[in-house]
T-cell receptor
Framework: KNQVEQSPQSLIILEGKNCTLQCNYTVSPFSNLRWYKQDTGRGPVSLTIMTFSENTKSNGRYTATLDADTKQSSLHITASQLSDSASYIC??????????????FGKGTKLSVIP | DAGITQSPRHKVTETGTPVTLRCHQTENHRYMYWYRQDPGHGLRLIHYSYGVKDTDKGEVSDGYSVSRSKTEDFLLTLESATSSQTSVYFCAARDLGNTIYFGEGSWLTVV
């Protein structure tokens, strides 16, 4: 069964500090891995998407890494801001047919940035 | 922004009544999805569509049906709402680059 595990479940950090969120997965056959940010009461918004051959991808202060051998990904947030307070969701895609994909969602890490 | 709008955004309904949630997109995406999000669970797929009149079940499809008569609209219907269907429902659409865009959610409470 495809699974995505995220850690920690929740995290509180001081504004201006860096943090790293983890995602471990057992999904096959792997197609890509995505990180989403979900503000409270809003829909998820895409931060990054990485394929098998990509080790790292950045989007502003967000940097995602992927180790396809160990089936691990991390999302690093640099110089956190209050607006970074949100849930961060790791989503792994498995190809299930021509043009068809099965997405497995992690439960998310809830990040709180405090002044 | 894939121009996805959901309606209604909030609804309270009684057990046993039918409910329809609407998802509208403006970018002509072929693939559309309905998910539910509950505490302690990741987003779970209810149904998806890969074209007009082409739909298929997801992992939690019992008690739900969908219809897609036009590319831009994807409807989710709860035939007879139950308290276990109290949830936040998200519609999504996938572009050709495989980016998935989500709507803002529909909060449904079944009392």
């Amino acid at each position: 069964k495809n699974q995505v595990e995220q850690s920690p479940q929740s995290l509180i950090i001081l504004e201006g500090k860096n943090c790293t969120l983890q995602c471990n997965y057992t999904v096959s056959p792997f197609s890509n891995l995505r990180w989403y940010k979900q503000d409270t009461g809003r829909g998820p918004v895409s931060l990054t998407i990485m394929t098998f051959s990509e080790n790292t991808k950045s989007n502003g202060r967000y940097t995602a890494t992927l180790d396809a051998d160990t089936k691990q990904s991390s999302l690093h947030i640099t110089a956190s801001q209050l607006s970074d307070s949100a849930s961060y969701i790791c989503v792994v895609s498995a190809q299930s047919g021509a043009g068809s994909y099965q997405l497995t969602f992690g439960k998310g890490t809830k990040l709180s940035v405090i002044p | 922004d894939a121009g996805i709008t959901q309606s209604p955004r909030h609804k309270v309904t009684e057990t046993g009544t039918p409910v329809t949630l609407r998802c509208h997109q403006t970018e002509n995406h072929r693939y559309m999805y309905w998910y539910r999000q509950d505490p302690g669970h990741g987003l779970r797929l209810i149904h998806y569509s890969y074209g007009v009149k082409d739909t298929d079940k997801g992992e939690v499809s019992d008690g739900y049906s969908v219809s897609r008569s036009k590319t831009e609209d994807f409807l989710l219907t709860l035939e007879s709402a139950t308290s276990s269907q109290t949830s936040v429902y998200f519609c999504a659409a996938r572009d050709l680059g495989n980016t998935i865009y989500f709507g803002e959610g529909s909060w449904l409470t079944v009392v």
